[in-house]
């Protein structure tokens, strides 16, 4: 174990986060002893009461055990983490993956999509009651806090994506689809001058925060952009020569770039394209289309961090747009 203490935060949680780390990469597993206090005081030169108060805290996490108050072993106990997300995309496997990469392996993840069904949602929440060590979950609203929610002890729950409503006393890692779309397109402004005209391809029936619709005509007025809305791209769409296609659905995506092809434009050249949430393929196709994006990854690190803590976090991830040469 090597460890190299700064002044940012006490040894106590310099050490205890150390052990941790190593747990969380496996490099200590399940049922592996742990040096003795008097080894690590020794090999850190530091107290024995500082080793003592970060394996306490390391119990206290429910990371370790000991025996009789000597022997002190990674925690066998299995974890049962309920993570609930709204549907299937390749960004949520990111968040997943990452998710199961940062969890000891005694941290045991049970998945399920709620599809937006308000019913199937109340019903997995409600059968889940006093199940799991921790509770990571999307709402299926943006605007509103479900009922069933609430008797989840809020100590064990974290909430993801969607907040745009009172969380007070609640722990979460959201993203703004408002104010933080209107900053990152405005971050980009420049880059959009050579376009005559901005067309956000946005279906109304799609369960997107429809507000962000405002932010959107809020900047394009701000900026002097003639804009348009439209709800669907079908095969028989043109594209348009000098327009910035801003995209909620991967499947659009697939569409515009399907008929610029029959309509010989090249994206990035004569047309843009931005793709909202950032998503493994959109490095590949077309020499790389541009997302608009928090970074799911984050989101991850910081679900893990509460579910290994327990630390209340209260956090909106920038959303940013990633350059690429689609537009």
Request: charged share 25%.
């Amino acid at each position: 174990m090597e460890l190299r203490f700064n002044h940012k935060n006490t040894k106590v949680k310099q050490l205890a986060d150390y052990i941790q780390r190593a747990i969380s990469l496996n490099e200590l597993k399940p049922g592996d002893k742990l040096p003795s206090i008097n080894t690590i005081s020794r090999h850190y030169k530091i107290s024995r009461d500082t080793v003592f108060k970060a394996f306490n805290e390391l119990k206290s996490r429910d990371l370790i055990e000991s025996i009789h108050g000597k022997n002190y072993y990674v925690s066998y106990q299995m974890k049962n983490v309920l993570l609930i997300l709204d549907e299937y995309t390749p960004f949520k496997d990111v968040l997943y993956n990452t998710l199961v990469s940062k969890l000891p392996m005694n941290y045991k993840i049970d998945l399920w999509f709620h599809q937006y069904n308000e019913h199937l949602f109340n019903n997995i929440v409600q059968e889940s009651y006093g199940m799991y060590n921790k509770y990571l979950i999307m709402n299926y609203s943006n605007d509103m806090l479900a009922e069933s929610l609430s008797k989840i002890d809020p100590n064990k729950l974290l909430l993801l994506d969607f907040g745009k409503f009172d969380k007070a006393g609640l722990s979460y890692v959201c993203q703004d689809f408002d104010q933080g779309l209107y900053d990152a397109l405005n971050e980009a402004k420049e880059d959009f001058k050579k376009y005559k005209k901005i067309v956000f391809l946005f279906d109304k029936r799609h369960k997107h925060p429809q507000s962000s619709k405002e932010y959107f005509i809020k900047f394009c007025f701000d900026n002097n952009y003639e804009f348009e809305i439209i709800d669907s791209f079908t095969p028989k769409t043109p594209v348009i020569e000098g327009t910035l296609y801003i995209i909620i659905k991967q499947t659009d995506v697939v569409e515009v770039i399907k008929r610029s092809k029959i309509d010989n434009l090249k994206v990035g050249k004569q047309f843009g394209i931005i793709a909202y949430n950032n998503n493994p393929f959109y490095e590949v196709i077309e020499n790389g289309i541009a997302p608009i994006s928090i970074d799911w990854e984050e989101m991850a690190n910081l679900a893990a961090g509460f579910v290994i803590n327990g630390k209340q976090v209260s956090q909106y991830l920038p959303t940013k747009i990633i350059k690429r040469n689609s537009y």
